[in-house]
């Protein structure tokens, strides 16, 4: 394995290392005031189109779609550095239009979708015109475990009949939002794993009521949200359908992959600013008579979390090279271990940053304590931690299987 950066690819952090540095960290600020200015925080802040537009004039657009017509063409272990560089700030993906679900419900329209689909909704999201959301997780059902779900679709002559409650439906808050991509039962008699379908739901359709948004450790994340839906006798036509009935759960495999890493990646350019802003005010803070920097417990943290960043990182690059060069299926072992990984790593840097910042730590004048609950919030998208180390589990345990003795 390879991991030095192609020329391309070192071009291309140089260009986003600056435009981070000129565009988006002065920005935050900006960001945040237009958000909280006005009656309702559900509203796209002006500076946030303003971004895109300079985005996409510096040929920094879509660069998350692996080996596709409508990406960059980069691989995904030529994307892993880039999208790390975008996990350093929480508005950086979206500026880029490399944000999930909507990378996800690219992909998955990419790969899936009809000429029909792709042409109505595939380009307006890869525009940066439009938004979308992805409905999976039901409020009464363990749905880690996909074959749980309950929503039904059922087929009506031209059209499914859809009926459901879902929640953690990320994005729906946005006014914005103007597709989902709906998981439910077609036929609860099929094998387990073809029981469920993917359709595509028009956010405007008659029965689709957005309930609430679900706040996430106090923070209502808004404009994008977490939302509880209900949908209720939703007709859409039966064209809607995305690839054809049973294949949800194997779309549902083959969006998760890339999703799960693309998480991982950003947790890791979470961590390196933390670690960047805990080295910072530790330089400047005086205690007990001299700079925090000289304590030797902060150096240990200090060196425990560059530690912690580089094998996870490490550990991303594998398997974004296995996904290019075998495949998401062979290369699912190595996805399930940086997905517990990655957040678990996210989650002891960033502690140990808000520890070396005092109270400001767990203040909004510092980013920490909001990556922190955006890092914990990834050890249940996506597949619990329990989850994935089962299956990563399995995968051990198959190796040492004995073999059949013939009779």
Not at 166 to 173: F, R
Not at 221 to 247: L, T, Y
Not at 344 to 366: E, K, P, T
Request: hydrophobic share 40%; with cysteine; net charge neutral.
């Amino acid at each position: 394995m390879n991991f030095e950066y192609s020329d391309r690819v070192q071009t291309l952090q140089t260009k986003l290392n600056k435009f981070m540095e000129d565009i988006i960290y002065p920005n935050e600020k900006v960001y945040k005031q237009q958000l909280h200015s006005g009656a309702s925080r559900w509203k796209i802040p002006p500076v946030m189109e303003e971004m895109k537009a300079e985005a996409k004039e510096h040929g920094l657009w879509n660069l998350f779609l692996p080996e596709s017509e409508y990406g960059a063409g980069l691989s995904n272990l030529e994307y892993a550095p880039l999208c790390e560089i975008m996990g350093r700030s929480p508005i950086a993906p979206e500026v880029f239009n490399c944000s999930a679900p909507d990378t996800g419900n690219m992909e998955v329209l990419v790969r899936y979708g009809t000429e029909v689909q792709k042409e109505k909704w595939l380009k307006p999201l890869l525009n940066g015109e439009i938004r979308s959301c992805f409905s999976m997780t039901e409020p009464q059902i363990a749905s880690s475990d996909a074959t749980n779900i309950e929503g039904r679709i059922e087929r009506d002559g031209d059209f499914y009949v859809i009926n459901a409650r879902k929640w953690w439906s990320s994005g729906a808050g946005d006014p914005r939002c103007k597709i989902s991509i709906f998981m439910g039962k077609t036929d609860p008699s099929a094998p387990r794993h073809e029981q469920q379908s993917m359709i595509l739901v028009p956010m405007d359709t008659p029965g689709v009521k957005v309930l609430r948004t679900l706040p996430v450790f106090g923070y209502d994340d808004a404009p994008h949200g977490h939302a509880e839906i209900e949908f209720e006798n939703v007709r859409v036509p039966a064209s809607n359908m995305i690839w054809e009935e049973g294949k949800g759960f194997a779309i549902s495999q083959g969006r998760l992959g890339p999703g799960r890493i693309h998480h991982c990646m950003r947790l890791i350019g979470a961590a390196e600013r933390a670690l960047e802003l805990m080295c910072k005010r530790v330089k400047e803070r005086v205690a007990f008579g001299k700079p925090l920097a000289d304590q030797g417990v902060i150096r240990e943290h200090i060196a425990e979390s560059r530690i912690d960043i580089e094998q996870a990182r490490l550990l991303t690059l594998k398997a974004a090279y296995m996904m290019d060069t075998v495949g998401n299926k062979e290369a699912k072992g190595e996805i399930a271990m940086i997905k517990v990984v990655a957040p678990n790593m996210a989650l002891r840097v960033i502690d140990r940053a808000i520890q070396a910042h005092g109270g400001g730590g767990v203040s909004d004048d510092f980013p920490l304590a909001s990556s922190w609950a955006n890092a914990r919030t990834l050890r249940l998208a996506d597949g619990p931690d329990e989850v994935h180390r089962n299956a990563i589990a399995k995968l051990e345990l198959k190796k040492y299987q004995s073999e059949v003795v013939p009779n």
